[in-house]
């Protein structure tokens, strides 16, 4: 009899002992898989933060040009003004030093406009810099924003990786302390003299045990097909939920604002990659399918993240296109006030 639990007993233990491997396997995997993410994750914010950089440093000198175009064009009406002037109290018989006085200042004019000529040309310029740095910047937030997606995905992969592990090396320890007991329980049975109290005692144990064993394999049976009950509910639930979000990406892509905005364009790429993974996955019973449904969630979340964001700067925005636009209205308004 012992020998025979005790064979049940090691197979159970390589088993779990496999299993233990498997897992430890499994969860260098899945840490390796999210260090990777979390150095992707690291290395877009770090392009972001010089992106961003660059983008401040073309808009300062975008300021600066622009400054020094407004300088150059008030120049050239104060000297437009003052040639103007002169031109008009130009006498019937201009002295001598007259003339010299005209070319003086129609020189200046000529001057002043080469400068406005030229200043205007390093405003283009530093605006052509800085829609290149902007677009580097909304390359940048877009690779970000994938890392992130990628990281929020591994992170879920490695927990339940680990768990697994804990969960199967602590199956080993079990199997471990039942073959030491039953090592202890056959020595003490066998000890010389026999003792009949303490072999009815054991008969006893074990007939329990097997009851016991019996009744477990019961609830484990139960448990199983109430866990697989349970996933079949919740493949179903997320299946109803990512057909109601089938049609959100198409609606993403026909918004106004779209091509300008590399997170809108990274959600909808994401809702259709998770909508083509659901619908690959439905073919298969329940029991075979490999839906992650927690690292799904956690994509959605931080697609929902973008979104926020997206919708915060685009708010940003338009406050500041319609302050713009004010202020706008208000100077033209006032110059129409001072040419009257």
Known sequence: MFDHIRAQLAQQLAQAQAAAQADAAALQQAQAAQAQAATAVSAAQASLQAARTSAATAQADVNAAQADVTADQEAVTDAQEHLTDYESERPQKPP???????IRLQDALTAARDAL???????ATAQNALATANAQVAAAQQQLSAAQTALAAAQPRTAQAQAALTAAQQQVVTLQNEAATLDAEQARITAAPLNRLDLQQAADAQTAAALAARQDRHDRRAHRAAAAADRAATLSAQDAAVDGLAGLPAEIRALTWFSHSPRLAAVAHGL??????SAAQRAKPPDQRTDDVTATGAILQAMLSQLQTTLAEAATSLATAQASLTQA??????AKKAWL
């Open 117 to 123: 000529t030229t200043a205007q040309g390093t405003l």
């Open 272 to 277: 259709d990659a998770i909508v083509a993974a």
């Open 96 to 102: 001598p030093g007259w003339v010299d006085g005209l």
């Open 329 to 334: 209205i208000t100077d033209v308004a006032n």
